[in-house]
């Protein structure tokens, strides 16, 4: 696997991203604050969002089927 360089003035990587996710951060400032930081120049944010998005698309249940009568 392959790891991104997200956020470089925090080190913060793309794994990184999708534990802070998996903890319950659900914004890139909640993001940041799961690992202790802050944004310096902020440039890592829509990637941050995201990642988020795409994190919470992969988890939300699939909509239950139902027979057509």
């Known amino acids: 696997m392959v790891l991104m360089i997200i956020c470089v003035c925090n080190r913060i990587n793309c794994s990184s991203v999708r534990a802070a996710v998996d903890a319950g951060a659900r914004s890139p400032q909640a993001v940041q604050a799961h690992h202790g930081c802050k944004f310096n120049c ?10 988020i998005s795409q994190e919470m698309d992969r988890k939300a249940p699939s909509p239950a089927l139902m027979a057509a009568e």
């Open 42 to 51: 902020g440039k890592c944010s829509c990637s941050i969002g995201e990642i």
